[in-house]
Every structure is written in structure tokens, then in C-alpha cells.
């Protein structure tokens, strides 16, 4: 175990990767000093259970991330991943506004970001597979790894299930909350328009396409702030890793 050290102990705080929101944080010193006892032999964690504390922690982190997002509000009132309007209505959304299509335009806007809300919850299983399937080689390279090592491992063992599972979801939800049909609406507006054309693209690709943006968004910046924030233990594995800093 203390061979491995010097690449471990920089990416042990990921451990902290909890779901509170705004967790009530231990003082940094603290938390470091608990992680540095893991492998300076005042601890007798192994390998295995500090892996196992890392799969702990993804599993409420990535929870927490999934619920942001999947709530209501949870794209559309985030400007950091609200899906905009595809580029053809962008180009067009002045010409339109003026003509008096601006209410279409946000309901537009509006419903494809609340499909994406339906959608997000999908996630959750597909993230807790991943984790499940982790061997102690990945959680060593997440440990050890940059600022978004472990949303680096979801997005390349998830991000092709998750937009298999995303794109009927999201199909279905267009249609149930209107987005559909201020597509339609939309799309024959722009024609009518000098020089329009037809919104010639996948509407629930590029919805799915922005959910997954989103997710894995969140999914970041939360890794990147507890990277550098660690959070409270919440469970008894997490207390045993980090040691008592009380």
C-alpha cells in the first residue's frame, strides 16, 4: 500500500464526494492529516477498503448529481447547462421575436430543457453499474487522476448506454410536454420567413445530446469542488478512511 503513495494520496480527497448540496465541510487540515494517517501506518486500512470508500462516495455523489439536474429547474435554471435553441432558431430567433413568435420560442426552449429533466433520473442505475463494476485498478487511476478523473471513467464506461437509454425517454417527453409541437410550430414559422428554410435536425438527438452535456457538467464541477472543498464524512466507511478529525 505504500508503494502506491505518492499517486494515490493526491486524488484520495475525491473520497469526500458526498451528496449534500452545501455539506457542513471539516476544516482542510484536518481532513488531510485523517487521509495522510491512512498511509504513514497509523492506519490499517487495505487497498480494497479504501476502493470501496471511493465507490461509496461516487455512489452518493453521482445520486446527488443525477437529482440536480432531474428536478425541476434543474437544466433550464442553470445557464451553465440550459439547452439553447438549436442554431437555425438562433440565427432566426430576432426575425421571429419581431414577427411576434417570441412566446413559441420560450415554450420551445422551455419544454426541451423540462425533457431533459425527465429524462436525468435514467442515469442513476446506469451510473451505480459503473461504479459496481470498478476494479481497484480504476479507482486507483481516479484517485491519482486530475480534477475530473472519475467523471472522465463515467463518461467513457456510461455516455453510450446512457444516450441509448436517454433517446426514447426523452422522445417520450418531448412529446408530453409540447415540445413537439412547438418544434412543428416553429419550424413552419422559419419558412414562412425570407430566406427560411426547414429546421432540418434531430430534435430528440439534440435534446439528449444536451442532457448528457448537462449531467456530465454537473457531474464535474461538483468532482472539482470537492476535489478542493472536502465534505463531511457521512458514513461509517468514510469515518474509517479519513480517520478521526474531530
Do not use: W
Not at 498511509?39 to 453521482?62: H, M, W
Not at 425541476?72 to 451553465?80: Q, S, V
Not at 479507482?139 to 455516455?159: E, M, N, P, V
Not at 456530465?216 to 463531511?232: D, S, T, W, Y
Request: net charge neutral; proline share 4%; charged share 20%.
Amino acid at each position: 500500500m505504500r508503494n502506491c503513495n505518492s499517486k494515490i494520496v493526491p486524488g484520495l480527497l475525491l473520497i469526500a464526494l458526498v451528496a449534500a448540496p452545501r455539506p457542513a465541510a471539516a476544516a482542510f487540515e484536518n481532513i488531510f492529516q485523517g487521509i495522510r494517517s491512512v498511509f504513514t501506518g497509523s492506519s490499517a486500512l487495505t487497498e480494497g477498503e479504501v476502493a470501496n470508500g471511493l465507490k461509496e462516495a461516487l455512489r452518493l455523489g453521482t445520486g446527488n448529481a443525477v437529482a440536480a439536474v432531474g428536478q425541476e429547474g434543474g437544466y433550464l435554471n442553470n445557464p451553465f447547462i440550459r439547452i439553447p435553441l438549436p442554431g437555425a432558431l438562433q440565427k432566426s430567433e430576432s426575425f421571429l421575436r419581431l414577427a411576434g413568435y417570441g412566446p413559441q420560442l420560450d415554450a420551445f426552449s422551455e419544454s426541451m430543457n423540462r425533457a431533459a429533466e425527465k429524462a436525468a433520473p435514467q442515469a442513476r442505475e446506469i451510473f451505480v453499474q459503473a461504479i459496481r463494476d470498478m476494479t481497484i485498478s480504476d479507482a486507483r487511476q481516479i484517485l491519482g487522476g486530475g480534477d475530473t478523473a472519475a467523471t472522465s471513467y463515467f463518461k467513457g464506461k456510461t455516455q453510450d448506454r446512457l444516450r441509448e437509454m436517454f433517446l426514447p425517454v426523452v422522445h417520450e417527453s418531448l412529446a408530453e410536454v409540447g415540445a413537439t409541437r412547438h418544434f412543428q410550430e416553429l419550424d413552419r414559422s422559419v419558412k414562412s420567413l425570407p430566406f427560411g428554410g426547414a429546421l432540418a435536425f434531430d430534435l430528440d438527438r439534440y435534446v439528449t445530446d444536451g442532457a448528457l452535456h448537462g449531467l456530465f457538467h454537473v457531474l464535474g464541477e461538483e468532482e472539482r469542488k470537492i476535489r478542493q472543498n472536502p465534505a463531511a464524512r457521512t458514513s461509517e466507511l468514510l469515518r474509517k478512511v479519513f480517520g478521526s478529525v474531530d
